[in-house]
């Protein structure tokens, strides 16, 4: 078992910066890849990053290419998601999830093994 804590949400003005934390505990954080989404009212949760096990790989949804960016430190068994330019279509409750490989269709929320609880992020304009 993983278990996962998000933290660092808030509100924010359109173009301000915030950065998520995710803290896991329970099994060895090095052998889970990372993975953002997020889920604004009535859709549907979406990716936004991933990351490999060492943090050597990532990969972004289009919508947070060049503004968002995903990063971990296995010492302190904990991924980050730093936001910049953040826009009021960013707004949602962004989850961790991690799993216990890397690749294939890492999009896909269903792929994952353990979740967090959520942080809401709300951006204004």
């Known amino acids: 078992q993983v278990q996962l804590v998000e933290s660092g949400g808030g509100l924010v003005q359109y173009g301000g910066s915030l950065r998520l934390s995710c803290a896991a505990s329970?099994?060895?954080?090095?052998?889970?890849?990372m993975g953002w989404f997020r889920q604004a009212p009535g859709k549907e949760r979406e990716f936004v990053a991933t990351?490999?096990?060492?943090?050597?790989?990532?990969d972004y949804a289009d919508s947070v290419k060049g503004r968002f960016t995903i990063s971990r430190d296995n010492a302190k068994n904990t991924v980050y998601l730093q936001m910049n330019s953040l826009k009021p279509e960013d707004t949602a409750v962004y989850y961790c999830?991690?799993?216990?490989?890397?690749?294939?269709?890492?999009?896909?929320?269903?792929?994952?093994?353990?979740w967090g609880q959520g942080t809401q992020v709300t951006v204004s304009s």
């Open positions: 990351i490999n096990y060492i943090g050597s790989m990532t």
């Open positions: 329970g099994r060895t954080f090095s052998y889970f890849s």
């Open positions: 999830a991690a799993r216990p490989f890397w690749g294939g269709t890492y999009y896909q929320p269903k792929t994952y093994d353990y």
